[in-house]
């Protein structure tokens, strides 16, 4: 049911870096249009950009029922903004690209999405194993 090989799980992370890369940039680029200010519209845009990006991977990398699919993507998203909370006052990754951040945002979540997915594919794989 939920058994991947490590090739295909690779493939899906490689799915996810896109999603991670794109989702944000498209939902920033249409929340600057409708705020027409560019700082709130990329603020606006962080934690449903992060929302999207998860509630989609699930829908495509977990092959259980809508219910475990739902409560994994929330869980995903709830962790991967409390990474975001915490790490990018860090500054662990920190480039020029732009001068607000953006760049700096999707990286760092792009490394805690694939953490997150990893351990929740294991945590599903042996919870579902017992039932």
Known sequence: ???????????FYFIL????????FILTMLLVI?????EL????AVIPSVMLV???????????????????SILTTLFAIIGLKYLLPLGIIHHLFDI???????????VIAIIIWE??????IKFLRHF
């Open 1 to 11: 049911m939920l058994h991947r090989s490590f090739q295909q799980r690779l493939l």
């Open 17 to 24: 870096a896109i999603f991670c890369c794109i989702m944000p």
């Open 34 to 38: 409708v705020t027409e200010h560019r």
């Open 41 to 44: 519209g990329m603020s606006v």
């Open 54 to 72: 998860h509630f989609i991977f699930s829908g495509i990398f977990l092959q259980t029922t809508r219910l475990v699919k739902f409560i994994t």
């Open 100 to 110: 607000y951040g953006f760049w700096d945002i999707v990286i760092i979540h792009l």
């Open 119 to 124: 351990i929740a594919y294991q945590l599903l």
